[in-house]
């Protein structure tokens, strides 16, 4: 049973000046060391940032909640099973929801142009 969807669009351009302005400060404080390292070895890093960002988001948003409401973006992580396929995967706050929630399956789809990234979350429990 489908139990939450979220979806997010992210400008490439604003989250890269955000980047520049902050720069490994803002990175730590959202991005895990792993998602650091799979968007620094890009030459548009912003792009596969920006479809990390819009992921979490999109998980929050599928969770029906906001930031500040017991689950930190660092919480939420995309990396990818065997065969690439992006996944989320959770600790701290996130991981508390989940399982509060007893959400069984955590569906994840991102995409990304020049310009924006977009992810798609959705929820499901038996």
Known sequence: MICGIGIDLVENGR??????????????????????KYCGKHIQSSIHYGARFAA?????????????MGVKLSDIEVIHDKNGKPVLALCGGA???????????????LTHTKKYATAVVLLEKK
């Open 56 to 68: 979490k988001e999109s998980f929050l948003k599928a969770l029906g909640i906001g930031l500040g």
């Open 15 to 36: 989250l890269e000046k955000i980047i520049e302005k902050w720069g490994i400060k803002f990175l730590n404080r959202v991005f895990s060391a792993g998602e650091i």
């Open 95 to 109: 991981k508390v929801q989940i399982e509060k929630r007893k959400i069984t399956k955590i569906h994840l789809s």
